[in-house]
């Protein structure tokens, strides 16, 4: 089974940075301290000689590094997945539709992500020759988003995503199948059209039914499958009639 990639969501750290106004002063007796609207510590000091001073801290908010972690490889016989730091197999866009598939699951407040998630993430990357395919066809985030709210439901207001979301076993299915068509065709690099192929390729998936209902059948998942060895760019620049 392929390793789950996992994102940590954005958190705010305070770290101050302290600033003294008045540096000349060299000690105090007394200290009052108090906080104001806009996060800044002000320090007041009454000074024992007739200098006074007073501490300014900042406190400045900084973003957490978010870590991934994409499967590579899957061996089809143990089931386990070898991983890297870097995930070079995989796509730009196929990344970046990853990490807004675990965005979008944050928002409909979901469990878990799935392979519904993840069709809604390779449509708000929005660049790849997959994502142009299904626009192209009448499939548009709006309304995988719609139909996905009409199969699985709205979660408890209440509710909150965990920190680190697991993956359903469709997905995780899909998942291994891009990877090891990507592994037979020698292509190089799992991309977006993988990914939506393996979600076409879990028939009792969230994802699968949502496409069925706004029209995709066998013969598009044929048509777009035609495209997938060339990678996300379409570098066919010719106008159409």
Known sequence: MASLPTFSPHSLLPKPNTTTLFPHSTSSSHTLSLTSLFRTKLTLQRPISSTGSISITNFRATSETVPFNLPTDSNPQSGETKKTPTPSKWSARAIK??????????????????????????????????????????????????????????????????????????????????????????????????????????????????????????????????????????WNFKKQA
């Open 97 to 234: 539709a990853y990490a807004m598939s675990e965005l979008e699951t944050r928002k409909l407040k979901y469990p878990k992500l799935g392979t519904e998630a993840l069709l809604m993430g390779i449509l708000i990357e929005g660049t790849s020759k997959a994502a142009k395919f299904l626009r192209a066809n009448g499939i548009t985030y709006l309304k995988v988003r719609e139909q996905t709210l009409e199969i699985l439901g709205k979660s408890y207001w209440s509710y909150s995503s965990p920190v680190v979301l697991s993956l359903t076993e469709p997905l995780h299915k899909a998942l291994d199948w891009a990877l090891n068509e990507t592994s037979k065709s020698g292509e190089g690099e799992t991309n977006v059209t993988h990914l939506l192929l393996g979600i076409w390729s879990q028939e009792e998936s969230a994802g699968r039914k949502v496409l069925s209902a706004l029209g995709f059948n066998d013969q598009k998942a044929k048509e777009i499958a035609e495209t997938a060895a060339s990678g996300d760019i379409d």
